[in-house]
């Protein structure tokens, strides 16, 4: 029965009999077929009757829901977001799937919110990103090519960084775009989950049929692994007793595993790969004419042009040296005129590898300037998730330099890692600072007065680098050239605790809240219209400049020592009496910034009253306002 319909749907396709074809259509949804063999009749018609294909998939999406099918249902559901990816109603639907596939995942309606599913970020791009999210998920195994196998700490969706734990015990931190990069995701029923869950049963495989736990091994490393490599593992669960004879056995089976590719020159090396093969081939890396029948380690060159945007770039990470993957971008331009810049496009912010970007970066500027325009504003709104493309662009001065400047600076300012921030030292000081001399030259005195000041707020900037920034700020304008501040902010105790419970708050609880305000203003539509959207960005802009402002001048904190404090001239941590001819007596106590009471006599050393009282001495004359003063009495104030 199952057979015979299918021949007749091909026939009424081929005919262009449509209204029977979906008849026959739903007939086929009620029987047993597998979901597979479905899923190729919607490929024939994606092919003869592209225009047909969204209505047959819509019909078999609520089918799988009614059945409960919802992992298929996902898959459906992923098609339709290729022919209609605006929809609203197809974003309904994935949401509502992902929230039954995920009902026990705790931080499932924040990774929907931040990866804009559902907010008014174009679904396709919101769909990678939940992606990405949910692999590294509290929990998930990850594989890291230097570290091994690990298991996620901590997902933070805030800074978009994610914490794992490795089997060495190492714990690290990675910003998720980079690890999305790096890491492979073990199956749920890999080599590793088994190693973790079931380990008698990973036992038993590794010893009644190696091949396939070597498989399991290979599929969840995606990488090629030297017989010494899987040997590693393997011990590691089995012993050593033995082990010659598993290998034996293991090698006739892999050699003849459609999934394991094979490569013998210049060392023995075995990889796992999705497709499988029909004719098993071995590799030499080391001859020419292993080229000729398998090119780049067996990719396939002509399926480009009827692979999605995602195997794309997945084959795209696959590959292992700048070579390759720029091989593989000639031959997507040559074989995909039509969309050949989104490719391009979407390939840029996640690489990091400045030969691929290099080529890309001046096809792009040269053939398609629009898409090259396009992709030089993302990727500055986007820096700091994708940080490498940002400090190319940075790097080529292509881009506007004040916006280039600033983003350095934020970089600068709240950035972990040593290597990242030494690259963009490296970009600030390029050229005899080029970037700085161009930005001074499209601002005003004011602006600029501002922007130094938050250099010099900047810990991480060499004493040299400072001077040598000074001097050309101060060649610019020379009003700007006063005496620099002192390096500490001087403050009580209980004024530096209550500075760093303001930091919590703003970044625990007013910078999540900012988040949520930028998703929900995202929800309302076009973005480039869509004002509330502006406003809460502006909002967040000005949010992280208070807490980057803040957390540099607790950096610089100093605690006031009550047993240190001087009282033979007003100085900072003293409360000097003041008193005039009348005798009338006004008294003020000079602590920092965060003790500030003004109401009740605490000042800042910062403010101009206290800067005119330090150094003044019992019985020197001080003029406040149009008042004559005299120091009176000056003693501790802590």
């Known amino acids: 029965?199952?057979?015979?319909?299918?021949?007749?749907?091909?026939?009424?396709?081929?005919?262009?009999?449509?209204?029977?074809?979906?008849?026959?259509?739903?007939?086929?949804?009620?029987?047993?077929?597998?979901?597979?063999?479905?899923?190729?009749?919607?490929?024939?018609?994606?092919?003869?009757?592209?225009?047909?294909?969204?209505?047959?998939?819509?019909?078999?999406?609520?089918?799988?829901?009614?059945?409960?099918?919802?992992?298929?249902?996902?898959?459906?559901?992923?098609?339709?977001?290729?022919?209609?990816?605006?929809?609203?109603k197809l974003t309904v639907a994935i949401t509502a799937c992902l929230q039954k596939i995920y009902p026990d995942e705790p931080l499932l309606e924040k990774m929907l919110q931040k990866s804009g599913l559902g907010y008014g970020k174009p679904l396709s791009e919101a769909l990678e990103?939940?992606?990405?999210?949910?692999?590294?998920?509290?929990?998930?195994?990850?594989?890291?090519?230097?570290?091994?196998?690990?298991?996620?700490?901590?997902?933070?969706?805030?800074?978009?960084?994610?914490?794992?734990?490795?089997?060495?015990?190492?714990?690290?931190?990675?910003?998720?775009?980079?690890?999305?990069?790096?890491?492979?995701?073990?199956?749920?029923?890999?080599?590793?989950?088994l190693q973790e869950t079931k380990p008698q049963h990973l036992q038993e495989l590794i010893t009644n049929d190696p091949a396939a736990a070597i498989a399991l091994l290979l599929k969840d490393t995606r990488q090629w692994m030297a017989p010494s490599d899987i040997q590693k593992y393997l011990t590691a669960i089995f012993g050593t007793q033995n082990y010659s004879n598993?290998?034996?056995?293991?090698?006739?089976?892999?050699?003849?595993?459609?999934?394991?590719?094979?490569?013998?020159?210049?060392?023995?090396?075995?990889?796992?790969?999705?497709?499988?093969?029909?004719?098993?081939?071995?590799v030499d890396v080391s001859s020419a004419s292993s080229k000729k029948i398998t090119p780049l380690l067996g990719f396939d060159y002509s399926r480009l042009s009827a692979m999605n945007h995602q195997e794309i770039i997945d084959a795209y990470h696959r590959l292992r040296t700048a070579t390759e993957r720029k091989k593989l971008l000639k031959e997507v331009a040559l074989q995909r005129p039509d969309d050949w810049e989104t490719l391009y496009a979407r390939?840029?912010?996640?690489?990091?590898?400045?030969?691929?970007?290099?080529?890309?970066?001046?096809?792009?500027?040269?053939?398609?300037?629009?898409?090259?325009?396009?992709?030089?504003?993302?990727?500055?709104?986007?820096?700091?998730?994708?940080i490498h493309s940002f400090l190319f662009i940075a790097e080529t001065g292509t881009?506007?330099?004040?916006?280039?400047?600033?983003?350095?600076?934020?970089?600068?300012?709240?950035?972990?890692?040593?290597?990242?921030?030494?690259?963009?030292?490296?970009?600030?000081?390029?050229?005899?600072?080029?970037?700085?001399?161009n930005t001074l030259a499209e601002i005003t005195e004011k602006e600029a007065e501002?922007?130094?000041?938050?250099?010099?707020?900047?810990?991480i900037l060499e004493p040299y680098q400072?001077?040598?920034?000074?001097?050309?700020?101060?060649?610019?304008?020379?009003?700007?050239?006063?005496e620099p501040e002192a390096d500490f902010i001087w403050s009580s105790l209980a004024g530096i605790e209550k500075a760093k419970a303001e930091l919590k708050r703003l970044t625990e609880e007013e910078l999540p809240r900012s988040a949520e305000e930028i998703a929900r203003a995202r929800s309302f539509g076009d973005l480039s219209e869509n004002y509330e959207y502006k406003a809460a960005k502006e909002k967040q802009a000005r949010l992280m400049e208070k807490i980057n402002r803040l957390r540099a001048d607790l950096s610089r904190a100093k605690p006031i020592a009550p047993e240190r404090i001087d009282i033979s001239t007003v100085t900072v941590g003293c409360t000097v009496t003041l008193q005039d001819a009348a005798g009338t007596k006004y008294q003020f106590s000079i602590l920092g910034p965060w003790d500030s009471d003004p109401e009740n006599g605490v000042i800042s050393f910062q403010s101009p009253l206290a800067k005119e009282l330090i150094g003044k001495r019992p019985g020197d004359i001080v003029k406040m306002g149009d008042k004559t003063l005299t120091v009176a009495e000056i003693k501790p104030a802590l």
């Open 1 to 88: 029965m199952g057979e015979e319909l299918i021949k007749l749907f091909r026939i009424q396709l081929g005919t262009k009999k449509f209204e029977e074809m979906e008849a026959s259509w739903l007939e086929l949804i009620q029987l047993d077929i597998p979901f597979a063999e479905l899923l190729n009749l919607i490929d024939l018609v994606q092919r003869w009757a592209p225009e047909r294909t969204p209505p047959l998939l819509w019909v078999l999406a609520d089918a799988l829901t009614e059945q409960k099918r919802y992992q298929d249902e996902l898959v459906v559901l992923r098609r339709l977001v290729e022919l209609t990816p605006d929809d609203s």
């Open 129 to 193: 990103q939940f992606d990405r999210y949910i692999k590294m998920a509290p929990g998930k195994l990850v594989y890291d090519p230097q570290r091994g196998p690990g298991k996620v700490k901590k997902l933070d969706l805030l800074f978009d960084r994610v914490t794992v734990v490795f089997q060495s015990g190492e714990e690290a931190v990675f910003d998720i775009p980079l690890a999305s990069r790096l890491f492979s995701f073990p199956a749920s029923e890999g080599f590793f989950a």
């Open 246 to 282: 598993i290998w034996e056995k293991a090698r006739r089976g892999l050699s003849q595993h459609p999934n394991i590719e094979l490569q013998t020159r210049p060392t023995r090396m075995y990889r796992w790969i999705e497709a499988p093969n029909k004719e098993k081939k071995t």
């Open 347 to 386: 390939i840029f912010p996640i690489t990091q590898d400045n030969t691929t970007q290099t080529y890309i970066w001046e096809k792009l500027q040269s053939e398609k300037p629009t898409t090259y325009q396009s992709l030089v504003e993302s990727t500055l709104t986007s820096y700091r998730t994708s």
């Open 399 to 437: 881009a506007p330099y004040r916006p280039i400047l600033t983003r350095l600076l934020d970089l600068l300012e709240t950035e972990k890692s040593r290597t990242i921030t030494n690259r963009v030292k490296k970009v600030l000081v390029d050229n005899n600072y080029q970037i700085i001399r």
């Open 450 to 459: 501002k922007l130094l000041d938050r250099i010099h707020r900047i810990r």
């Open 466 to 482: 400072q001077d040598e920034i000074n001097s050309i700020f101060f060649e610019k304008f020379p009003v700007l050239k006063t």
